[in-house]
C-alpha cells in the first residue's frame, strides 16, 4: 500500500516563497517518476512539475508559467518530494498534490499517475 502525505502549504503575500513537502510511504519501490499538481475550485487539475527516480534521476519538468520560479526535488533517504516554490503570483493559489506513477515515462499529466495524496492548500495574497 502507498501514501503520499503533503505539508507545508499556507498564506503568503504575493513575492514570497513556500516549500511544500510530500512524505511517501509503503511500496515506493514501485515508483518512477512523481509530480506536483494544483487545482482551483471550479477547474481542472494541472500539472505543475516532475521528476524522474530512474537511472535518469533528477530529470525535471516544468509548466511554462512556473518555469524559474518553482524547484522540484527529493531526498531519497527521507522518502520525501519538495516543491520549492519563490516570487509566488496570486494566480498560483490552489490545492496542491503530490502524486506518483511507475514506469516508463514521466509527464506532468493528470491521467498517468497512480497514486495522489490529499492536498494542501497555498493562497498567495495580492
Known amino acids: 500500500q502507498v501514501q503520499l502525505v503533503e505539508s507545508g502549504g499556507g498564506s503568503v503575500q504575493a513575492g514570497g516563497s513556500l516549500r511544500l513537502s510530500c512524505a511517501a510511504s509503503?511500496?515506493?519501490?514501485?515508483?518512477?517518476?512523481m509530480g506536483w499538481f494544483r487545482q482551483v475550485p471550479g477547474k481542472e487539475r494541472e500539472g505543475v512539475a516532475a521528476?524522474?527516480?530512474?537511472?535518469?534521476?533528477?530529470?525535471?519538468s516544468y509548466r511554462d508559467s512556473v518555469k524559474g520560479r518553482f524547484t522540484i526535488s527529493t531526498d531519497n533517504a527521507k522518502n520525501t518530494l519538495y516543491l520549492q516554490m519563490n516570487s509566488l503570483k496570486p494566480e498560483d493559489t490552489a490545492m496542491y498534490y503530490c502524486?506518483?506513477?511507475?514506469?516508463?515515462?514521466?509527464?506532468?499529466?493528470?491521467?498517468?499517475?497512480?497514486?495522489w495524496g490529499q492536498g494542501t492548500p497555498v493562497t498567495v495574497a495580492s
Open positions: 521528476i524522474r527516480l530512474d537511472g535518469a534521476r533528477g530529470t525535471t
Open positions: 502524486a506518483a506513477k511507475g514506469r516508463w515515462s514521466c509527464p506532468t499529466v493528470v491521467s498517468e499517475y497512480n497514486y
Open positions: 509503503g511500496n515506493t519501490y514501485t515508483f518512477w517518476c
